[in-house]
């Protein structure tokens, strides 16, 4: 029984990377990955074949197949920012564009993951009206930041990074018109890599799925995070797990050196990214 059911298990991950793979090599032959019937098509059959539990090892895979989970990655990456830019220039046509913000069509899953996220913050953070947050790779629709802002920490100051000045003038252009959020939500043009002791005032930091589309690159982030977060802080990271790790990077406990892993929750239902949070522990030299 035992056996048969490796067998299984085997063909099913062997349908699952066939399967993904001819999404990817469809995905390859498209001019643009910009908002069009073709790109919404192909990376809906993506995220479905992404979404049921799978025990697959994206780490173990062969070296063609970790390729085309790079390549996806960053396809996966560059699709995000184009979606969120189309949607957010959209947004700022309005007058009060948060007003229309469920126009863009995964806002329920960004509730959802506010939601856990701000349950996940609420056990372990001292403070449970933070001063400060920073959101590192905020992007051009800002959501995190937005519905944490709005339906959870309603005191709290966000602090928006991101290196692409347009997506923070675009981000910037959809809280302008509202009294409350305009004040509360800052965004620096800044490579989070160039801030040092001002990584110090924050009690929370969250660290975007898409900063770091590979290991070498997440690590350095988080290297640097550990070098100069306060000690006490926390540090809330977007994951993945099984065969979602073919959308976004993984992060394991043992890339977070100087930080003590408190939690890592693997949702099973659309909210595609797992959430990991962890302590600063101590400064590092």
């Given at each position: 029984m035992g056996s048969l059911g490796s067998l299984n298990s085997c063909n099913d991950e062997e349908l699952l990377i066939q399967n993904i793979s001819e999404i990817y090599n469809n995905l390859s032959t498209l001019e643009s990955l910009k908002p069009s019937r073709d790109v919404n098509t192909l990376f809906t059959q993506l995220v479905l074949a992404c979404i049921p539990p799978s025990p697959i090892d994206v780490t173990k895979l062969s070296v063609t197949d970790q390729g085309i989970r790079s390549n996806l990655i960053r396809l996966c990456g560059e699709a995000e920012g184009l979606l969120e830019a189309h949607y957010s220039t959209l947004l700022g046509t309005y007058d009060i564009p948060l007003d229309h913000i469920n126009v863009f069509p995964y806002y329920t899953n960004y509730i959802k993951l506010g939601r856990l996220e701000y349950t996940i913050l609420s056990n372990y953070i001292t403070n449970p009206n933070p001063n400060h947050i920073a959101f590192i790779g905020?992007?051009?629709?800002?959501?995190?930041?937005?519905?944490?802002?709005?339906?959870?920490?309603?005191?709290?100051?966000?602090?928006?990074?991101?290196?692409?000045?347009?997506?923070?003038?675009?981000?910037?252009?959809?809280?302008?018109?509202?009294?409350?959020?305009?004040?509360?939500?800052?965004?620096?043009?800044?490579?989070?890599?160039?801030?040092?002791?001002?990584?110090?005032?924050?009690?929370?930091?969250?660290l975007a799925a898409l900063v770091g589309l590979n290991k070498v690159d997440k690590c350095r982030v988080i290297d640097h995070l550990a070098?100069?977060?306060?000690?006490?802080?926390?540090?809330?990271?977007?994951?993945?797990?099984?065969?979602?790790?073919?959308?976004?990077?993984?992060?394991?406990?043992?890339?977070?050196?100087?930080?003590?892993?408190?939690?890592?929750?693997?949702?099973?239902?659309?909210?595609?990214?797992?959430?990991?949070?962890?302590?600063k522990i101590k400064n590092i030299k």
């Open positions: 905020s992007g051009p629709l800002p959501l995190t930041s937005i519905v944490l802002a709005s339906n959870h920490l309603r005191t709290t100051t966000f602090h928006n990074y991101d290196i692409d000045i347009s997506a923070n003038a675009l981000a910037s252009n959809l809280v302008a018109p509202d009294p409350d959020l305009s004040k509360r939500m800052l965004f620096h043009d800044t490579d989070i890599m160039d801030v040092t002791n001002g990584l110090y005032d924050y009690e929370v930091v969250f070098k100069h977060m306060a000690p006490g802080s926390l540090l809330m990271l977007r994951s993945a797990h099984g065969a979602r790790g073919f959308l976004y990077p993984i992060v394991e406990p043992s890339d977070l050196p100087g930080f003590e892993v408190l939690a890592v929750f693997h949702p099973m239902d659309e909210v595609i990214n797992s959430v990991v949070v962890a302590r």
